[in-house]
């Protein structure tokens, strides 16, 4: 359903991980539109786990929630990809643990 | 309006607690509630109801928050009938934790005290590991020695309690003025007068002042003194989180919706509501000694209130005997006792008198004689 505007795509690439599978991303771009172009969503809710998909892209609605680098309930669309970066979904009510 | 037989100054949860009570017998009630700057501790507290350590100071209070507690779930399933709104209500009992074999002591020695020399009845003191296998999902940090456990101890969602008090009373007939601030309270010929916004007034034979940190300020003109004072506690909250704390703890409790509440403070401040990172800090820090595992979540806000605080913690019920029909009541914990004020506090201001236990309640027992 999304992809990226003609020029964007011109520019120098990094490879990260959505959940698991190594895809290329442009520099610039945030794991919010990686979500977007690879998977549609990035999370279910907490507790009637309906899809959420990222919505603003501007760091208001935290619909993009999502594990970023292992890290839950980040805020995707506020994360510019990074070479090795690994994305996943976040399914469900989080099980936090130690840092 | 035709005259109420009631008129109860104030809709937070002690009011609307009482108006509730009274209108389910029978009585029809009015309730006035004042503007939108209020303090509303009602809106702001920790949704405990909770028994263990209260009334170490007065044990006619120990014995009244057991008998609201035990009341509890008759009272959430009648008002969820009535109202239509489910509480999250749930009685799993509750913790106290100690971080140290010297607090588990000290913690013992003070529940022993208010036994009469042994652990109440449904306290227990758990050791680490009991206390661990009552919380599987819960990795305790290092320092924790052991819990208290009190089996009457629970916990409800307090603004679905308010509401749900709110419609239910509603139901029932009764009448709500929003943004009805009282203005003055005098006598009459048969009872009493409010005047509000406008110069609007209102007429009752019975009145009730539960206005929360308000109620002295509003009887002070007819020469009733209430020794009331405000105390700040700052709270945070998490994110929603899989279920990992399966019954309420002091200071520390998961909600329905899986947020965890992380509290609070005891601040004497006046009549600030502010926040602060210092506080924040505090309460955040000894929650992680508790549960290490808090450390990955997020907090999504911190916000404080101002309890409502008589010189010894307890409740504060006064009937002056130059006012026949107007009560003033107020109290910390207002939560814990919405069960008991919706049934034996409202048949005891029926009946005119307060009996047992409330006796104790008045304002009489913090009467020190001036010195010459
Ligand atoms: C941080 C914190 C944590 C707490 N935790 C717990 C807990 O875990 N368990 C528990 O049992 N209790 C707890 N409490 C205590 C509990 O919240 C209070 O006992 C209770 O809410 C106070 O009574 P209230 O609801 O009547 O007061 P309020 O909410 O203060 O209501 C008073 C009402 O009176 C109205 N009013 C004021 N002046 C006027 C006027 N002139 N005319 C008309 N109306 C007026 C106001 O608008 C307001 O709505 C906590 C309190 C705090 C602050
Ligand atoms: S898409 Fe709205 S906060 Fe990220």
């Not at chain 1, 959420?52 to 929630?65: I, Q």
Request: aromatic share 6%.
């Amino acid at each position: 359903m999304f992809r990226p505007l003609p020029d964007s795509s011109e520019g120098p690439t990094v490879t990260v991980f959505v959940e698991g599978q190594p895809v290329e991303a442009y520099v610039g771009e945030t794991a919010a539109s990686v979500l977007l172009r690879h998977l549609g969503t990035a999370r279910t809710t907490s507790i009637s786990e309906s899809p959420r998909a990222p919505f603003c892209m501007m760091g208001c609605c935290f619909d993009c929630l999502a594990e970023i680098d292992g890290k839950g309930s980040t805020q995707s669309c506020l994360e510019p990809v990074r070479d090795g970066m690994t994305i996943a979904r976040q399914m469900s009510a989080r099980k936090v643990v130690a840092r | 309006m035709a005259q109420p037989d009631h008129i109860v100054i104030g809709a937070g949860t002690v009011g609307v607690s009482l108006a509730y009570g009274l209108q389910k017998r029978g009585q029809s009630v009015c309730v006035v509630d004042g503007g939108a700057s209020d303090f509303r501790a009602a809106r702001a507290n920790f949704g405990l109801v909770w028994v263990q350590g209260k009334g170490g100071n007065l044990p006619a209070y120990a014995r009244w928050t057991a008998e609201s507690a035990a009341l509890w779930p008759r009272f959430r399933d009648a008002l969820e009938q009535c109202s239509g709104i489910g509480l999250d209500y749930q009685k799993p009992g509750g913790l106290v934790f100690s971080l140290s074999e010297q607090a588990l002591i000290d913690r013992r020695a003070v529940l022993e005290e208010i036994g009469g020399g042994a652990l109440p009845e449904g306290v227990e003191m758990l050791d680490r590991d009991a206390l661990q296998a009552r919380l599987p999902d819960a990795p305790l940090g290092p320092e924790v020695a052991g819990a208290s456990y009190g089996a009457s101890d629970g916990h409800v969602n307090p603004l679905k309690l308010l509401a749900a008090l709110q419609q239910g009373f509603l139901e029932l007939g009764g009448e709500i003025l929003w943004d009805w601030p009282v203005q003055t309270l005098r006598t009459t010929d048969d009872g009493y007068e409010l005047t509000g916004p406008d110069g609007e007034t209102l007429r009752a034979p019975n009145v009730i002042v539960a206005a929360g940190l308000a109620t002295p300020g509003i009887v002070a003109p007819l020469g009733v003194d209430l020794p009331l004072r405000p105390q700040r506690g700052q709270l945070l909250v998490t994110e929603r989180m899989a279920p990992m704390l399966p019954m309420p703890c002091s200071g520390l409790r998961q909600t329905a919706d899986g947020t965890v509440m992380i509290g609070t403070t005891h601040e004497d401040v006046g009549l600030d509501t502010g926040t602060t990172q210092a506080s924040g800090t505090m309460v955040a820090e000894r929650a992680l000694r508790i549960l290490p595992a808090l450390s990955g979540a997020r907090i999504v806000r911190q916000w404080s209130g101002l309890r409502v605080l008589s010189p010894d913690g307890g409740p504060l019920y006064t009937q002056p005997e130059a006012y026949p029909g107007l009560w003033t009541v107020s109290c910390h914990s207002g939560v814990t006792l919405a069960a008991i004020h919706a049934e034996r506090l409202a048949e005891q201001i029926l009946a005119g008198a307060l009996t047992g236990d409330t006796r104790h309640f008045s304002k009489d027992r913090f009467h020190v004689p001036t010195l010459a």
